[in-house]
């Protein structure tokens, strides 16, 4: 089959080949048939060691396709059924799962670093995060793929299982967002856009957007923004209108210490800083011992929008269907696999909110 590999961390291209094939499918696990994927920023941090990534490896990991095959004992799917892909998958037995975070449960953790389901030359090779959707074909535990309503496009699915889940999930799960109250979101890409949208369905009463491409600014006005700026004029925004006390909540949504930094200082005393963004291990961010006691800021990180899948995955596509999360808005630019490079050079120089790479 056809999939996009990154041979070494560092590699700024991946090689898409035709000669990857999917190792068998065993108890517990399906074989899914890619037909659209997301381009996440998350893939790029892949390839410059941001995120830990084992290669060589198939990247992807935002994706949505077709059950074509199921391994023994797997009881909730069978040939047919559409599914969108989960990289984290959630078992639902573990403690995380069952104290109501089923987000962290690391059931299937070790299996992205350990169990290489694709294989390349004979040789097995891993798929980023144990997804890689960035193929035909995708072997997954059951746990990881996630039915949904055959009706719904395979573009509009693949967005909700990395890009819109954690967007969306910052602002509902992590922290919340009330009625009438005040957002900030540092970074307007696919995660950014979707917070943005998810405070308004919150009933925020401002949601300021915040990002240097102007085009960026006008999306973001578009899907909810009541204020849209450059981060210079963050300040003089934030003065106007919360008379300079900060926002009752602020999303970092880029991933880099500077930006932790303005969105903490952004939030008011007692808000809720969260942190989406996805930062390099040695980018430090400094807090002064007094500030952390006496802002009384509640700073916070969020891991998949905090998600619990079974419940957050058919609750957004609800959303969708009802008009009120536009998801395929978001699809600023549709390509195939051969065009992978241009997707990530598309997203640096900031033209696009999301690419969707789909299978004839
Ligand atoms: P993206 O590249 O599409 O968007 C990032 C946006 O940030 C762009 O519009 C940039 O112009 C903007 N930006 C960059 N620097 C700054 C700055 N200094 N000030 C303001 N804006 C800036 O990325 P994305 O939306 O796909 O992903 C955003 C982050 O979320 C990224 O770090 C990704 O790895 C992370 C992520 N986290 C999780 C999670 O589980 N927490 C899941 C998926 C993605
Ligand atoms: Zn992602």
């Given at each position: 089959m056809k999939a996009a590999v990154l041979h070494e961390i560092g590699a700024d291209k991946l090689d898409?080949?035709?000669?990857?094939?999917?190792s068998p499918v065993t108890d517990g696990k399906v074989k899914i048939r890619i037909k659209a994927t997301g381009v996440c920023h998350s893939d790029l941090s892949a390839m410059n060691g941001t995120i830990p990534c084992p290669v060589p490896a198939v990247l992807g990991h935002e994706g949505a396709g077709e059950v074509i095959e199921v391994g023994a004992g797997v009881k909730s799917l069978a040939v047919g059924d559409h599914v969108v892909v989960c990289w984290s998958p959630q078992c639902g037995h573990c403690k995380d799962c069952v104290n109501g975070k089923p987000h962290l449960c690391m059931t299937y953790m070790m299996d992205a670093f350990m169990d290489a389901h694709f294989t390349m030359g004979g040789e097995p090779i891993f798929g980023m995060a144990g997804a890689g959707t960035f193929a035909e074909e995708l072997i997954v535990p059951e746990d990881g793929a996630i039915k949904i309503d055959a009706d719904v496009p395979f573009d509009v699915a693949s967005l909700v299982g990395c890009g819109v889940m954690t967007g969306a999930g910052a602002v509902m799960n992590a922290s919340k967002v009330q009625p009438g109250s005040s957002v900030l979101v540092i970074g307007c890409g696919g995660v950014g856009i979707s917070a943005i949208q998810a405070?308004?369905?919150?009933?925020?009463?401002?949601?300021?957007?915040?990002?240097?491409?102007?085009?960026?600014?006008?999306w973001a006005k578009q899907f909810g923004a009541t204020h849209a700026v450059k981060p210079?004029?963050?300040?003089?925004?934030?003065?106007?209108?919360?008379?300079?006390?900060?926002?009752?909540?602020?999303?970092?949504?880029?991933?880099?210490?500077?930006?932790?930094?303005?969105?903490?200082?952004?939030t008011k005393r007692g808000g809720t800083t969260v942190i989406v963004g996805v930062g390099r291990a040695e980018d430090m961010v400094s807090f002064s011992a007094f500030e952390l006691f006496y802002n009384e800021k509640n700073?916070?990180?969020?891991?998949?929008?905090?998600?619990?899948?079974?419940?957050?995955f058919p609750l957004l596509l609800d959303l969708w269907r009802s008009g009120q999360l536009d998801?395929?808005?978001?699809?600023?630019?549709?390509?195939?696999?051969?065009?992978?490079?241009?997707?990530f050079a598309a997203m640096q120089s900031g033209e696009v909110i999301r690419q969707v790479i789909t299978f004839d």
């Open positions: 898409v080949r035709d000669d990857i094939a999917s405070a308004k369905i919150c009933g925020a009463a401002k949601i300021v957007a915040v990002d240097m491409v102007d085009q960026k600014l006008e210079e004029d963050l300040s003089a925004t934030s003065l106007a209108l919360t008379g300079g006390a900060g926002f009752d909540y602020a999303f970092e949504v880029v991933g880099r210490s500077d930006t932790i930094r303005t969105a903490y200082d952004n700073l916070r990180g969020t891991y998949y929008g905090s998600a619990n899948i079974r419940r957050d998801l395929e808005g978001m699809i600023t630019r549709r390509l195939n696999l051969e065009q992978i490079n241009d997707a």
